[in-house]
């Protein structure tokens, strides 16, 4: 069966150095806790995460993958002044790949976010000049979601150009951190506490809650998001969210209900767990549950033994693994 996969990376040595500070100080263990002589979980070398041609092509055909949607690592820690330009050659290396591999690979654009009216430019650069199919955004900016005024721009031309929003998990900030994580821990028990088991998701649900519950979605009505991990922890809490927050509550046009089943897709992003598909299946319209490995986090090879063992006519399970996302992204 076609497969595509929609939250696959790869990094750039140029964006992780310039990000490097920030990320430093967000997440100062991370190196030890993710890197690859961790041997723990999600560990990838910088061989396979920099690689966009022979051994990604080798590990999607071995899983399975038919297409990758790729995108780069990181650009929500890039400050300012260096941002448009790294971060426009990361893309512009994305391209050369999709160029290379059409059949393989299409791409999400990465953002110099923190320079707002670049990231507009790069957004409309990356979708009309570079055939990108949307965007993919690490988490907050500096310490600040996507709906703060200064990122109104960008959120317009995303709709504008009718193409959607990945809001991908990044660090939390460090006061969330030190409240919630760090207290009397290890530095590795910290770090993956903060990010991979529970920081990163619990991180993006607030995001997602609070862009939707500033007015996001009533200023943009038609603005898709795609959220990773079966929707970042928000399906098992909808009803809980909808009951607590009633339009009565927020003066919004929809109700939390209809925010989440008529502008998300989610992904299971690697988490390969029936229960949550058939959880997320009694939430969420079929039509949009999209695919994602999490490459090189995750490996490919859970990706087809997943879809072989949902227990779905295999008209449903084309929709999950390709048609959804062949519709949302126009490939
Ligand atoms: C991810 O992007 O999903 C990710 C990382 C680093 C470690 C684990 C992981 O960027 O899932
Ligand atoms: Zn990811």
Not at 55 to 71: F, N, P
Not at 156 to 165: D, E, R, S, T
Not at 271 to 296: G, H, K, N
Request: proline share 8%; aromatic share 10%.
């Amino acid at each position: 069966m076609k497969i595509i996969a929609l939250e696959e990376h790869f990094a750039d040595p140029a964006v992780a150095k310039a990000g490097g500070r920030e990320a430093q100080a967000l997440s100062p263990g991370f190196g030890e806790a993710f890197g690859p002589s961790s041997g723990l979980p999600y560990s990838p070398t910088p061989e396979v995460l920099q690689d966009l041609a022979d051994k990604r092509l080798a590990d999607m055909d071995a899983g399975g993958i038919t297409m990758q949607v790729l995108s780069c690592l990181g650009a929500q820690t890039v400050p300012a002044d260096v941002a448009p330009e790294v971060i426009a050659a990361a893309n512009d290396k994305a391209a050369a790949a999709v160029r290379a591999h059409p059949d393989r690979f299409a791409a999400f654009a990465s953002l110099p976010t923190a320079a707002p009216e670049a990231a507009v430019a790069e957004l409309d650069r990356a979708v009309n000049d570079l055939g990108f199919v949307g965007t993919m955004i690490f988490g907050r900016t500096e310490g600040e979601f996507l709906d703060a005024p200064r990122f109104e721009p960008i959120l317009a031309k995303a709709a504008a150009l009718n193409v959607p929003v990945f809001l991908h998990p990044g660090v939390p900030p460090r006061v969330i951190t030190e409240a919630n994580y760090a207290a009397g821990l290890p530095l590795v028990t910290e770090t993956r506490l903060q990010t991979a088991a529970w920081g990163w998701h619990q991180e993006t649900a607030v995001h997602f809650l609070h862009l939707v519950h500033s007015g996001v979605l009533d200023r943009y009505p038609n603005l898709q998001f795609i959220l990773g991990h079966w929707g970042e922890m928000i399906p098992f809490y909808l009803d809980r969210v909808n009951e607590a927050l009633p339009q009565r509550a927020t003066g919004l046009d929809r109700s939390f209900h209809e925010y989440f089943r008529e502008n998300v897709y989610i992904a299971p992003s690697g988490l390969w767990s029936q229960a949550q598909l058939r959880f997320c299946l009694e939430t969420m319209p079929l039509e949009r549950i999209v695919f994602a490995v999490d490459y090189p986090f995750i490996g490919n090879e859970g990706a087809v033994p997943f879809l072989e063992q949902a227990d779905l006519p295999e008209a449903d399970k084309r929709k999950i693994a390709h048609e959804n996302a062949e519709r949302l992204l126009g490939l």
